[in-house]
């Protein structure tokens, strides 16, 4: 097959995961006859000093007739300013909005060689396998915002039909899996919450009564997937507990270089990215973990390419790196730790 893939580093590690993830799927369109064209387009920190503006429209109209994104991370010291008018940030919001994307996928599987990584205790983390469905376009990331001398406000407001695409999305994927959909809201004080609470009880009841449906306050659920985390199948949430939860999660699987993420709308495009920043602290000195943006290719693959076979054998030769403890300085004991075109190359070298 032939498809056009965006490709927009951006800022921090971004360009670094990126430059070794690409050689990844370069190896698996030679080895499967696909011929996948790459262009590079500005996001982020680097797009407000190249043209002034978090996002181009040359980014955003590349974007619109790719057939999937590839996405490193944005933002950094350097554009941090609280006073700023652009930030980087403000390009991933606007790409993702303007795409569509309201639907954040992020497994959570921890590998066993990865578990002495975790903080948690590897008896918990056993046979552990979640995917977290983040509502990504709504919420009170989006919502107006005010701001005075002396106080300022940030509006949450969701509509019955965002909720219900992106419950339909996850229960939809919790039907090929183990058929559980735990949905996580603030009932008991928000109002948004409560209003998604009864569009997911109706979307649950009418159209997907073979789907087990279980309501957790986030406050208790930032407990339980600490405590009990093979409780869980697909999770899905609004925006902003979603971006909590899946950092917290991260731990689970040892670091936040393992965990990959895709974010779909209706259509076939996504944007594929790890689901960590920019890490500035450890940029331009080749020692980033790629296995997360590596994944997020493999989901890229699986979710706007629909080449599962292929998708599948990145992930096989990703497990197979970790098992032969290939790692990054984030989880090698000191001085074990191999740079990330290493740990690239030891995924491309495992390619059935
Ligand atoms: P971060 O995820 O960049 O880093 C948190 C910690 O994890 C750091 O110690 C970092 O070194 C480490 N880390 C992250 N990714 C790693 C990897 N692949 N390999 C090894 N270690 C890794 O979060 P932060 O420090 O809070 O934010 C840094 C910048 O990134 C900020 O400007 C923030 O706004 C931005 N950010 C961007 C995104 C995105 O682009 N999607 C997401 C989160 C934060």
Redesign the pocket.
């Known amino acids: 097959m032939h498809a056009d893939i965006v490709v927009l580093p ?5 360009p670094e ?1 990126v430059a070794a993830t690409l050689p990844v799927l370069q190896a698996v369109a030679a080895r499967h006859g696909h011929e996948f064209r790459f262009t590079e387009h500005d996001i ?2 680097i797009a407000i000093d190249r043209h002034g503006v978090p996002l181009p429209d040359a980014t955003l109209a590349a974007a619109r007739t790719a057939d999937a994104v590839l ?7 350097k ?2 300013d609280p006073k700023a008018k652009v ?3 403000q390009g ?1 919001l606007a790409i993702r909005k303007a795409l569509g994307l309201f639907a954040n996928l992020r497994p959570v599987k921890p590998h066993a060689a990865a578990l002495d990584a975790s903080p948690i205790k590897p008896e918990l983390l056993q046979d552990v396998d979640i995917v977290v469905v983040r509502e990504l376009t709504g919420g009170i990331y989006f919502g107006d915002k005010t701001r005075s001398d002396t106080d300022a406000t940030d509006l949450c407001r969701y509509s019955v039909a965002e909720v219900e695409r992106v419950v339909r999305r996850a229960a939809t994927l919790a039907r090929t899996r183990r058929g559980h959909l735990t949905s996580v809201d603030k009932a008991n004080v928000l109002e948004t919450s409560r209003l998604w609470r009864d569009v997911t009880t109706r979307v649950m009841r009418d159209e997907f009564a073979d789907v087990t449906l279980e309501h957790q306050l986030v406050d208790s659920m930032a407990m339980h997937l600490l405590s009990k985390p093979r409780a869980y199948d697909v999770i899905v949430t609004e925006n902003m507990f979603g971006d909590i939860l899946t ?1 917290e999660a991260s731990m689970l699987a040892g ?4 965990l990959a993420s895709a974010s779909l709308g209706e259509g076939k495009v996504g944007i594929y ?11 331009g000195r080749g ?7 590596i994944l997020s290719a493999a989901m890229l693959l699986r979710h706007s390419l629909g080449l599962e076979a292929e998708a599948a054998s990145i992930e096989a030769a990703v497990s197979a790196a970790l098992d032969a403890r290939v790692f ?4 090698a004991p000191a001085g074990q730790a191999v740079d ?1 075109t290493q740990a690239a190359q030891a995924v491309i070298d495992r390619l059935r």
């Open positions: 951006g800022d921090g590690i971004g995961i982020g920190g996405l490193g991370a944005v933002g950094g010291p554009w941090s930030r980087p940030e991933l950092d670091s936040l270089g393992l990215e790890p689901i960590h920043g920019s890490a500035p602290d450890i940029a020692i980033a973990n790629p296995y997360a943006t990054t300085a984030d989880l990330t």
